[in-house]
C-alpha cells in the first residue's frame, strides 16, 4: 500500500530564509506527483505537477525535484516571504490510473516577517 | 467556468438534517472527484466520476453519503441524517482526462459543513 510521508510537519522560518519541504512515498510506481499550497480554510491550489518521466519542475521561487527511486520529491522555496505561510501538500497519481490522488498530511510553514 | 466552483463555502447544519453540496467543474473536465478534509486530518477520497462510466464509491464512510453527477457537469454530494462527525471541508476536483495523471487536478474551495 502506497503512503506518503511528509517531513516536517511543520516549519517556523525567518523572511528570506531558502527552505526545502520533504516528501517521501513507499512504492515508486507512481504516475506523477503534485504539490498543493492550502491556506486556512481555503481549498487547495496547485501549485506543481511533475510527470513521472521528470525530475524537476520551476515555477518562480518554487522547484519541485522528483526522485522515484529513492522515493522521495522535495519542494524548494526560495527567498521565502510572509505570503508563503501556508500548509504545503505533495499527492501522487498511483499507476492504476483510477486517479485517485493519496496525499501526505502536509507541512505547515510560518514565514515570520 | 474559469475554475472549479463549489457551493456553499459554508454550511451549518443541526444534527440528523439532510445536506447537499454542490460542485460545478471546470467546463469539459470529464473526471471529477469529491475529498474530506477533517480537522488536523489529511484528505480522504469519497468518490470518483468519470465520463459516463458508473462511479468509483469506495471511499464513502457510510451509507448515508451519495454522490450524483447529472449530464457529465455538475456533482452533488449528498450526506443524510448528519451526524458532528461528518463535519469537515469537503473538496471539490476536476481533470480535464481520464485519471487525471497527465493533467494534474484542480481543486475548489471546499464546502466547510459543520454539524452541531
Do not use: M
Not at chain 2, 48 to 65: C, I
Not at chain 2, 85 to 111: I, M, N
Amino acid at each position: 500500500k502506497q503512503e506518503v510521508t511528509q517531513i516536517p510537519a511543520a516549519l517556523s522560518v525567518p523572511e528570506g530564509e531558502n527552505l526545502v519541504l520533504n516528501c517521501s512515498f513507499t512504492d515508486s510506481a507512481i504516475y506523477n506527483l503534485q504539490w498543493f499550497r492550502q491556506d486556512p480554510g481555503k481549498g487547495l491550489t496547485s501549485l506543481l505537477l511533475i510527470q513521472s518521466s521528470q525530475r524537476e519542475q520551476t515555477s518562480g521561487r518554487l522547484n519541485a525535484s522528483l526522485d522515484k527511486s529513492s522515493g522521495r520529491s522535495t519542494l524548494y522555496i526560495a527567498a521565502s516571504q510572509p505570503g508563503d505561510s501556508a500548509t504545503y501538500l505533495c499527492a501522487l497519481f498511483p499507476p492504476s490510473n483510477t486517479g485517485k490522488l493519496i496525499f501526505g498530511q502536509g507541512t505547515t510553514l510560518q514565514v515570520k516577517p | 467556468g474559469a475554475g472549479v466552483s463549489q457551493s456553499p463555502s459554508n454550511k451549518v447544519t443541526e444534527k440528523g438534517k439532510d445536506v447537499e453540496l454542490r460542485c460545478d467543474p471546470i467546463s469539459g473536465h470529464t473526471a471529477l472527484y469529491w475529498y474530506r478534509q477533517s480537522l488536523g486530518q489529511g484528505l480522504e477520497f469519497l468518490i470518483y466520476f468519470q465520463g459516463n462510466s458508473a462511479p468509483d464509491k469506495s471511499g464513502l464512510p457510510s451509507d448515508r453519503f451519495s454522490a450524483e453527477r447529472t449530464g457529465g457537469s455538475v456533482s452533488t454530494l449528498t450526506i443524510q441524517r448528519t451526524q458532528q462527525e461528518d463535519s469537515a471541508v469537503y473538496l471539490c476536483a476536476s481533470s480535464s482526462q481520464s485519471g487525471g495523471p497527465s493533467y494534474g487536478y484542480t481543486f475548489g474551495s471546499g464546502t466547510r459543513l459543520t454539524v452541531v
